[in-house]
């Protein structure tokens, strides 16, 4: 019974694994930018990151974020520049480029 159950499971796999190059050409491909392949397990298993953590994580890997820059493409806020004036606030800039930032407190302060 597991050899059958394998064999089906390596079927949908492939078959998963064809439709995810096929409509990746398409559709998702921000998603495909992050995420080249399909993985077995996710890439948070094992790590023992809490569900908060994960979410945090996977909202700044697909850019999806509260930072000026993400909620202005959202009609939320009126600019996408930062409160610093040098440049957009992205994450790249709100972690290595800001003067008013400090990279380690941006979690613990519900901006992203």
Not at 16 to 24: H, I, L, Q, V
Not at 39 to 67: A, E
Not at 74 to 89: A, F, I, K, Q
């Amino acid at each position: 019974m597991s050899d059958l159950k394998n064999f089906m499971t390596m079927g949908y796999r492939e078959e998963w694994e064809e439709w995810w190059c096929r409509e990746g050409l398409v559709r998702g491909s921000a998603y495909r930018r992050v995420q080249t392949g399909i993985p077995v397990k996710p890439w948070y298993h094992g790590s023992g990151f809490s569900r908060t953590d994960i979410s945090q994580i996977c909202r700044m890997r697909f850019n999806h974020h509260r930072l000026d820059s993400h909620l202005f493409k959202l009609n939320m806020v009126t600019s996408p520049y930062c409160e610093c004036g040098l440049d957009l606030e992205t994450l790249d800039h709100v972690l290595f480029g800001c003067p008013l930032r400090d990279a380690f407190d941006l979690y613990s302060s519900n901006k992203c």
